[in-house]
């Protein structure tokens, strides 16, 4: 059972979302995360300002149940199932990060810089965190669905939307890293 | 009853998250860089099994648990939409390094700074509810 300590390959990490994507299915539901997001705008009172906000959330409530789980899971790979949170990710990403100014890559989960409780008094980092929430709100609205709805959902069910929409997910997050990173960091 | 089987697959999937480090900022960074092949192989696993699942459910007219047909809904054909809504979620998905599901995870792990790229993904939705009719679709 150590193997459930250690950080999970892609091929049990796969076929688990394919697992959670079918038992969504099975219960009449289907994954899509960024939902959630319109339905905490209409119980902010957002109906007042747009129509667009004007649903009935009770019929979203259990997709917040499903985001509610998504943190609790979190609490338990965090502190029950896991020894090392470290990400093991390239050497090469490491060499490039630390040039960039991300010393706690390949020791950390989350990057320190941007992820540390010290961020809250770095207005920098603060708006950083805030603007990259914004786009990413912004455009999965704009394009009907994040990775869960469109890149896992949508490609499931063979759908050429979701394939334009994961073209342009990469094309933002290549423009991000290999363009704008070097601006900002 | 039904509540807590939602409840049930949000954390299987929270847990997964996780555990696959898809939660993980510099997973997501890594992938950009196409420096490793851990995140293709998640989303590529996963697509997969999941054409598996779809064409199954549809051939044998699977019923779900309740007894009820499966309905896929097919999304409103457009380019422009995704195309530039998709750029617009992959510019904040790089910068932030989370995507709206591995965000509720993160709060769950105990990284607060996360509730700052929650709220402003909120605000980010709530924008373009204001100014939706204005935007090519």
């Known amino acids: ?41 209409t119980m902010c009172g957002a109906g007042s300002a747009s129509d667009f906000f004007r649903l009935d959330w009770k019929s979203q409530q259990w997709n917040l149940v499903v985001a509610l789980g998504a943190g609790i899971g ?11 949170l470290a990400v093991a990710i390239h050497p090469d ?33 603060v708006l950083i965190l805030a603007i990259g929430g914004l786009l990413v709100g912004f455009g999965a609205r704009y394009a009907g669905g994040c990775t869960s709805g469109h890149a896992i959902s949508g490609l499931s069910t063979l759908q050429w939307p979701s394939l334009i929409a994961v073209i342009g997910f990469f094309a933002g997050g290549l423009t991000m890293v290999h363009f704008i990173f070097p601006l900002i960091f | 009853m039904r509540t807590i089987i939602y409840l049930f697959i949000g954390i299987l999937f929270g847990i997964t998250m996780f555990k696959s480090e898809a939660a993980s900022w510099f997973r997501i960074y890594e992938m950009f860089r196409f420096e490793a092949f851990h995140m293709y192989g998640i989303i590529g696993s996963t697509v997969v099994l999941g054409i598996l699942i779809v064409q199954a459910i549809k051939r044998f007219n699977i019923l779900s648990f309740y007894g009820e047909p499966i309905v896929f809904l ?23 390094g989370a995507c709206p599901g591995p965000m509720f995870t993160l709060v769950g792990a105990g990284f607060s700074p996360i509730l700052v790229v929650i709220l402003g993904s909120v605000f980010g939705t709530f924008l373009y509810g204001l100014i939706k009719e204005k935007l090519p679709h």
């Open chain 2, 74 to 96: 097919p999304k409103a054909k457009s380019v422009s939409r995704y195309l530039f809504g998709g750029f617009i979620f992959g510019l904040g998905w790089a910068l932030a």
């Open chain 1, 74 to 84: 979190g609490f338990i790979g965090a502190q029950f199932l896991s020894h090392d």
């Open chain 1, 93 to 125: 990403t490491i060499a490039n990060l630390n040039t960039l100014g991300f010393k706690s890559a390949g020791t950390s989960y989350l990057p320190t810089a941007l992820y540390d409780t010290s961020i809250f008094t770095d207005i920098r980092g």
């Open chain 1, 1 to 41: 059972m150590t193997f459930l300590f250690d950080p999970w390959p892609w091929y049990i990490s796969g076929p688990m979302i394919a697992l959670i994507l079918f038992l969504l299915l099975m219960v009449g539901k289907n994954f899509g995360m960024s939902s959630n997001l319109r339905t905490l705008c």
